[in-house]
């Protein structure tokens, strides 16, 4: 069973898949996430700002989000994905590129809708898996989805209220029976990588998840570096 020993249970990384640079990547080492800079990364990667590798002793994940990235859509190089093992997207991802993703890349890709995403109303990405209200396992690991943000007028889906997420939050955790390896959410928890005006606020009761699973991994994104929030580090400890 695979499992993302390098990390230290009693820590949790939150990684914002919209913030990081061109060519950023991480390493988990000694209980840490190490942010690789462009000049320290090998010269056999390619990688972008949108799209960043999570490299674990037994697995390598790719997590999207937000933006699309013309590296995979326009100039695939499947030499520089080998060893990729799922790909996670964090929500506000067009359908033809999920589906692009999940045909050039054999391997399972796990997501959660983000705010502009009502075209799920109509229409799936083929060969993608949403777990969005769901708990999955992929590689011995069990990853759970919330999908959406805040919004002063919730449809309930794809805006919600703090007190309707709050439930879903509470119907996710039933489901999970208390054990999260891997949570995924479109808009971040309160306090950590949200933004400054209310659209962008991160919901207090993930909070609730994070005490109670200790997930090793939050990943989220909504809020882009595109918005003017400055961050040197997008992990937050």
Not at 14 to 43: C, E, R, T, W
Not at 110 to 137: A, Q, W
């Amino acid at each position: 069973m695979a499992k993302i020993f390098f990390l230290n249970a009693s820590k949790i990384f939150f990684l914002n898949a919209s913030y990081f640079h061109p060519h950023d990547f991480f390493i988990a080492k000694n209980g840490n996430i190490i942010l690789v800079k462009p000049q320290q990364s090998p010269q056999n990667f390619q990688f972008d700002r949108v799209h960043t590798w999570i490299y674990t002793e037994t697995m390598r994940l790719l997590i999207i989000s937000d933006e699309e990235s013309r590296f995979i859509y326009k100039h695939f190089n499947p030499s520089a994905f080998d060893g990729v093992e799922l790909v996670i997207s964090a929500g506000d991802l067009k359908q033809y590129y999920l589906e692009h993703i999940a045909t050039v890349l054999p391997v399972p890709l796990l997501y959660v809708h983000g705010n502009h995403d009502t075209y799920l109303r109509e229409s799936k990405p083929k060969g993608c898996m949403p777990i969005d209200g769901k708990v999955v396992t992929k590689h011995g690991l069990r990853i759970a989805g919330l999908g959406g943000c805040q919004s002063h007028n919730p449809d309930g889906v794809y805006q919600l209220s703090e007190l309707q997420m709050a439930k879903r939050v509470d119907k996710l955790l039933r489901v999970a029976k208390n054990k999260i390896d891997i949570f995924v959410s479109h808009a971040p928890a309160l306090g950590l990588g949200d933004g400054d005006d209310f659209f962008h606020k991160g919901f207090e009761c993930f909070h609730k998840i994070l005490d109670i699973t200790k997930p090793k991994l939050h990943i989220f994104g909504h809020q882009h570096l595109t918005y003017g929030k400055k961050q040197e580090n997008p992990i937050n400890q």
